[in-house]
């Protein structure tokens, strides 16, 4: 009897270690958050809009660079870190973590390179070339987190999630501290909206480099085992680097796949932007309330006028005269007045598609909140259930996989359907200097695609975990595709335009979920019971939306006829006590539907710190 009952107690204090550790990180991960909300906010309405592009024009450039060079191997090295350490052979972790921090410095020299010297090559790639101070300011960056990444793999392969989530506080606070001071100043100072952006985003870099130094730190005075023994014969540095690959290759991939999109995306949907308001003119009653439409029609009036006899209007001809007129500028010579008037109206087609994407980049911002949160259970899956399944407990494995779907599911439902419903009292509380009106339709359609994309990252990290590390590579690529021809068709129609660019976001990340279910589904033993696993917290969340609206329409209506009755006008103090009383009521309803409908099991929190104390309080059995 006892000895049957060791591996059950070996299981469950690693199912706690898992779900300890995925607590840990997301409390910090909130930390970050509510740092970042600090920090974003006060940025975007220092910044403005068109700043706001340029921000994250440069930011979407560095984390496609940084994912090459840091997503798969921190994954790599946390799984044979894991591994190695429940087969005792301390040797052969101390041997991982040197050869894997000399191949994330390399990688991070190497993309510092490319940002820093390439920079104006990637902002004209955007489609925005006010983007280049950033991406140089960020290139730093690269080099840092890459040795970032090293430490915080071997520090989670070890079951230690406590100095990812504090490095993860210190990059936030620099962040804050420096970058949001930079970009104060810089405005104050008289710098246009695109350096004041670079400025915010140095302080980005001043954080990867403190928290480095923390992360160092950490390993010098603890992250090294202590009295264990060190018999085993390491592997050779080949054999663990071919392993390191073998995993980190796919992986890095797949998670590419997401950053490249973005980049991709982001450079097409400015650019069908420009294209629509150039060649199809009744676009302009679409933004009419957002931008100032009197400066493209001048200026494009003056560039027709100035086009020899029999020119057709075409993005393709205003490229070809502004690569001409950059030409003379760089020789030297007097432009011509065709050249003059090409690059007033590229000026032109430009800010105004910053405004544009400026305003999406704010909801970006809202939607991207519930989506981090996730990164707590896909930093944490990946060892655990390597763990087990190392051990053979492959009942075990299943139980945390299936734990993990259903607390994502749990949090990512609620969140989509508040931020559809509240898409502008949000955008009008959070970034008074966007349009509302603009960002806050964008922001519920994206809140449509939370949910689809925080169970997609579970998935491709339960995936990953059980060795399918290919398969996300596949389906990422799949949905990426779907998402860059949507979009590239929609955003161009005059009655649709930048309304158009969540879409892709629904269906690339929906497609991408149904596609690992179904592998999952397929592959792997014990497989979870989806149906039972969506439809509580789906219900739910319905549930939930429909007392939102009701009480967020009822308190607006009940502030406005109080301010008749005194005699005062309405302000923007009613929105925010509507918005912040209808999240509130959403909360608490939400959390009593959850309990009556049994969405949670005793199971779930029995994993958890404490989870038998919480399962007696809310009197699960």
């Known amino acids: 009897m006892a000895q049957s009952s060791q591996p059950h107690r070996r299981t469950a204090q690693k199912q706690n270690t898992f779900f300890g550790g995925a607590a840990v990180l997301a409390v910090g991960i909130m930390i970050v958050k509510l740092i970042g909300m600090f920090y974003k ?114 520090a989670q392969g070890n079951g230690r999630m406590t100095p990812t989530a504090v490095s993860q506080i210190i990059e936030a606070l620099c962040k804050l501290t420096v970058g949001l001071g930079l970009a104060f100043w810089l405005i104050k100072a008289g710098q246009d909206a695109s350096h004041a952006a670079a400025g915010a985003i140095t302080g980005v870099t001043v954080g990867t480099i403190v928290a480095l130094a923390y992360m160092i730190l950490n390993f010098l005075f603890q992250g090294q085992q202590g009295n264990v023994p060190l018999t085993d014969r390491p592997q050779s540095s080949r054999r663990i680097l071919r392993h390191l690959l073998k995993i980190a290759i796919p992986i890095t991939i797949s998670s590419s ?16 932007l420009q294209r629509a308001l150039l060649e ?23 560039w027709k006028a100035a086009l020899p006899n029999g020119s057709s209007v075409s993005v393709s001809l205003l490229s070809q005269q502004v690569n001409i007129a950059e030409a003379s500028q760089a ?69 945390i996989a299936s734990s993990a779907l259903r607390i994502t599911a749990l949090l990512a439902c609620p969140m989509a359907v508040g931020l559809f419903v509240l898409g502008e009292p949000i955008m009008t509380m959070i970034f008074p200097s966007l349009n509302a009106s603009l960002a806050g339709p964008l922001l519920s359609t994206l809140g449509l695609a939370t949910l689809f994309v925080c169970m997609m990252l579970v998935s491709n990290s339960i995936l990953q ?18 998402k860059i021809i949507i979009n590239y068709n929609v955003v161009i129609l005059p009655s649709v335009g930048i309304y158009g660019a969540p879409i892709g976001n629904i269906v690339c990340f929906a497609l991408c979920l149904v ?15 989806y149906f039972s696993m969506f439809i509580k917290p789906v219900a739910a969340s319905l549930v939930m939306g429909l007392a939102v609206w009701a009480v967020y329409g009822l308190v607006g209506k009940g502030y406005s006829a109080l301010c008749s009755t005194i005699g005062a006008s309405p302000s923007h103090l009613g929105m925010i006590l509507a918005t912040m009383s209808s999240i509130l009521v959403g909360v608490i309803i939400y959390g009593v539907l959850v309990i009556l409908f049994h969405a949670i099991t005793k199971e779930d929190l029995m994993l958890m710190p404490k989870g038998e104390k919480i399962a007696r309080i809310l009197h699960l059995s």
């Not at 560095?62 to 798969?72: M, N």
């Not at 994954?75 to 429940?86: G, M």
């Not at 909140?369 to 944490?380: F, H, N, Q, V, Y």
Request: a neutral charge; hydrophobic letters at 50%.
């Open 41 to 154: 906010i006060p940025l975007i309405n220092i910044i403005g809009d068109q700043g706001a592009a340029d921000f994250n024009n440069a930011y979407n450039i560095y984390a496609v660079l940084l994912t090459v060079s840091t997503a798969g191997l921190p994954v790599a090295v946390s799984k044979l870190v894991s591994e190695a350490n429940a087969l005792g052979r301390y040797q052969q972790v101390r041997k991982i973590f040197r050869l894997s921090l000399a191949v994330f410095l390399t990688l991070g020299v190497l993309s510092f390179l490319v940002m820093f010297f390439g920079a104006d090559q990637l902002a004209g790639l955007m489609n925005d070339d006010k983007a280049a101070p950033g991406i140089r300011a960020l290139a730093p960056a690269v080099i840092c987190v890459g040795c970032l990444s090293a430490f915080r793999g071997y």
């Open 331 to 399: 020789s030297g010579a007097v432009l011509s007045t065709l050249e003059q008037t090409s690059l007033t109206l590229h000026e032109v087609l430009e800010s105004i598609s910053r405004s544009l994407y400026g305003n999406y980049s704010g909801a970006l911002n809202i939607y991207n909140l519930p989506t981090s949160l996730m990164a707590a259970i896909t930093a944490a899956v990946i060892p655990a259930v390597s763990g087990a399944i190392a051990r053979h407990d492959h009942r075990g494995a299943s139980q």
């Open 257 to 272: 796949m997401v950053g490249i999109v973005t980049v991709v995306d982001t450079s097409l949907v400015q650019g069908q």
């Open 465 to 482: 975990s059980y060795g399918f590390v290919n398969l996300p590579v596949f389906i990422m690529l799949i949905g990426g595709i779907a």
């Open 515 to 529: 596609l690992c279910l179904l592998v999952i589904a397929r592959v792997i033993p014990h497989r979870p019971a």
């Open 280 to 302: 199809q003119p009744d676009t302009w009653n679409l933004y009419a309330n957002f931008v100032d439409i009197t400066k493209l029609e001048t200026a494009l009036e003056a």
